[in-house]
């Protein structure tokens, strides 16, 4: 794991841009070269010098890409990648012991929902789904000594409900909890989860962080390296979860320009809000940026340079003008997954099924960095029922 305790005198923006600066030494070139061998030779002393021996617990290319994600998090343990955010989330949870009890939110990505009521169960892990933008009932829910781990996301998918990290990590660790936040929607441009007390923080490296949608990509990063990091360190190298060197160059790749594209796509985000939310076809515009969102003041003060590239809608006329409207685009893609450079639309509750939390009028937008008069007006014209061929 990289050493990520020296300060850096050069801004998180400034490093990432040269994936940390470092230079290859054998050629000098400024890109670091693409790992992809499986095995090392070994030392005639039977060592192994270079500290790689096979390449499943380890990779040269995957530590270059964890080394700018600890430094964007600002964690003192380093990062891990994992061949996605499931495999990344389901890792922490794996870690857990039987008789454990886990505090995890209403409102959260749908997969992973669905995975924690399968599996705490089978493997005797009692689990409590609370509505984590409300402090009280995250309190009532924790069991002093026995909850292990309080598990949030902000904001929350696809309601966008924001949690207070530092109040909910005050709370996890009064019980003797860890905090673990899957922030793969604020990105760590956004929020840094560590620096509030968080103890470990996902990322979908699929979405934001790669942001081209051509790579599926998980992350940990952690505040301490302590027994519980050390442990998801053994779970990944011993399940054989490490990303690939292949999505870790291009991962590296995309890291560079990631505060360009977050700052892009969170401005466009919040136009795109403040402009729907007089649109007479739309009821709700579902955006912690807007002065009147209920998460706003605490997003306001747990997130800097904007409030994300992420936002929903509720459509007045309900479910089907939904699907239609969908249904109507022309240059906001209809497809799932979040972060990328191009728009994505989705009837987010035909994907959750049922059971969600998500109401059926919703449309959840993923806002890339096309031009924002373009992404309204394609939107509106869906949204006013222009059915025109050729309409531009
Ligand atoms: C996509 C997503 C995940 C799962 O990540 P994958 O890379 O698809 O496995 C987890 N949490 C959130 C908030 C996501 O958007």
């Known amino acids: 794991m990289p050493d990520e305790t020296t300060p850096h005198p050069f801004q998180a923006r400034s490093l ?46 995957v530590r270059e890409a964890e080394a700018v994600i600890a430094m964007l998090e600002e964690a003192r343990a380093g990062a891990m990648l994992f061949g996605s955010g499931m495999a990344a989330a389901t890792a922490v949870f794996t870690a857990l012991e039987p008789g454990d009890h886990v505090v995890a939110p209403l409102v959260m990505y749908w997969a992973l ?5 399968e599996e705490m169960p089978r493997r005797h892990i009692a689990i409590d789904f609370v509505p984590m933008d409300d402090l009280d009932a995250l309190r009532a829910a924790l069991r002093p000594g026995t909850t292990k781990l309080v598990w949030i996301e902000t904001p929350g998918n696809p309601l966008w409900t924001v949690t207070d990290i530092a109040a909910a990590a005050r709370l996890a660790h ?28 996902m990322h979908s490296a699929t979405k934001i962080l790669n942001g081209h949608s051509d790579v599926v990509a998980g ?12 442990r998801l360190g053994t779970i990944r190298a011993g399940g054989g979860a490490i990303l690939g060197p292949f999505e870790a160059y291009l991962l590296m790749r995309s890291l560079r320009t990631l505060h360009l594209r977050a700052a892009a796509q969170s401005a466009s985000a919040a136009e795109l809000a403040r402009r729907l939310e007089s649109h007479p076809a739309v009821s709700a515009v579902l955006y912690p940026g807007l002065p009147d969102d209920p998460g706003h003041a605490v997003a306001a003060r747990q997130m800097d340079g904007g409030f994300g590239f992420m936002l929903s809608i509720r459509i007045a006329a309900g479910e089907q003008a939904a699907i239609a409207a ?10 799932t997954s979040l972060g990328g450079v191009e728009s994505l639309i989705e009837h987010r509750a035909s994907v959750e099924g049922p059971g969600s939390p998500c109401p059926p009028d919703l449309l959840r937008l993923s806002v890339g960095i096309e031009a924002v008069d373009d992404l309204f007006g394609d939107l509106d014209a869906a949204l006013r029922g222009d059915d025109t061929p050729d309409r531009q």
Request: aromatic share 8%.
């Open 174 to 201: 009064a019980a003797g909890a860890r905090l673990a936040v899957d922030s793969t929607a604020a990105s760590p441009i956004h929020t840094r989860p560590l620096t509030l007390g968080a103890d470990i923080v």
């Open 113 to 117: 929902k669905r995975w924690l009521r």
């Open 219 to 230: 992350v940990l990063a952690g505040a301490e390296a302590d027994a519980f990091w050390s």
């Open 326 to 335: 969908a249904a109507r685009v022309r240059l906001w893609k209809r497809a």
């Open 16 to 61: 990432a841009a040269q994936a940390m600066g470092r230079i290859e030494p054998v050629t000098r070139a400024v890109v670091a070269p693409l790992h992809v061998s499986t095995t090392f030779l070994r030392d005639p002393d039977n060592g192994y010098a270079s500290g790689f021996s096979y390449a499943r617990p380890d990779n040269a290319t």
